[in-house]
């Protein structure tokens, strides 16, 4: 089974912060960024900027189903999620 272990982070190409995105089925993605501005807390204080997931405690996390139409996409955005939470996210999206 696919876990937070399995993200590799890459700096963010629009903020200062990290990113990652790991596709859990097929076409089904989770979305993972931590950085400034964003709904995540960590070393750097509550939506600072962010160079290591080291230094992450909690993340914004996003769902995308790209099997839905352009017109139908609804990314499920939640924010302050835990690695323990993104474990948990990535089970339910499995299990769908």
Not at 11 to 29: D, M, R, T
Not at 66 to 84: A, H, I, K, M, T
Request: hydrophobic share 40%.
């Amino acid at each position: 089974m696919k876990t937070f272990k399995d993200l590799v982070f890459k700096k963010h190409k629009v903020c200062k912060g990290i990113q990652a995105s790991l596709e859990i089925k097929p076409n089904v993605f989770i979305s993972v960024v931590a950085g400034e501005g964003m709904y995540r807390s960590g070393k750097s204080g509550v939506r600072g900027a962010v160079n290591k997931v080291e230094d992450v405690s909690s993340f914004e996390v996003a769902i995308i189903d790209e099997n839905l139409p352009d017109d139908e996409q609804e990314w499920d955005v939640q924010g302050w999620c835990s690695r323990e939470d993104i474990d948990k996210l990535i089970l339910t999206e499995i299990n769908k």
